[in-house]
């Protein structure tokens, strides 16, 4: 299968991370959580997986063999969410990244940013479209705090791990 058109361009201006994405069983996911989730975000999670951009925007996955947290993208999730929202992504402005996501078929569900003070702002794309649009400069939701994606990179939590091991390493730290 191929991948989705939008995470291919986001793959053009935003290169996954050398060690790659992270392997979802995606029909475990909906056995036991009752998600379908969209086919971009999907692709995306293989390319990429859970991590960050530019250590501004972290972006959750559902569960998968070796997943490092107790919390993940449907930890406490109910299905369906009785709000219609499902967060995949924050900032460290406490600013949320959702689908909007209703009953509707998952490669339908648009993206809506929901800052900390409480404003919503919608865009009519899906998740990996709306990457592409933050990531080239087209869109620039305000938020509470600001984006730094000028040049975009992408850490995974692999990446994120080692760095934080070498760092305790060197400092004589212990992580207990």
Do not use: K
């Amino acid at each position: 299968m191929a991948m989705h058109r939008a995470v291919e361009e986001l793959m053009r201006l935003l290169p996954p991370p050398s060690n790659g994405g992270d392997m979802v069983d995606w029909a475990r996911v909906h056995a036991q959580f009752g998600w379908n989730l969209p086919q971009d975000y999907r692709d995306f999670v293989a390319a990429y997986g859970m991590g960050s951009i530019s250590d501004s925007l972290g972006i959750s996955t559902p569960p998968f063999d070796g997943h490092p947290y107790v919390d993940h993208l449907l930890y406490e999730c109910p299905y369906p969410a009785p709000d219609g929202v499902l967060r995949w992504g924050a900032n460290e402005g406490a600013d949320d990244f959702v689908w909007r996501c209703g009953d509707e078929d998952p490669d339908q569900w648009t993206v809506a940013v929901a800052t900390r003070s409480g404003t919503w702002h919608d865009y009519d794309v899906g998740m990996a479209e709306f990457l592409v649009e933050l990531v080239s400069g087209r869109v620039s939701p305000p938020l509470n705090a600001h984006l730094t994606i000028n040049p975009a990179t992408f850490e995974s939590w692999r990446e994120e791990q080692q760095r934080m091991n070498e760092y305790a390493e060197r400092h004589g730290l212990s992580w207990s």
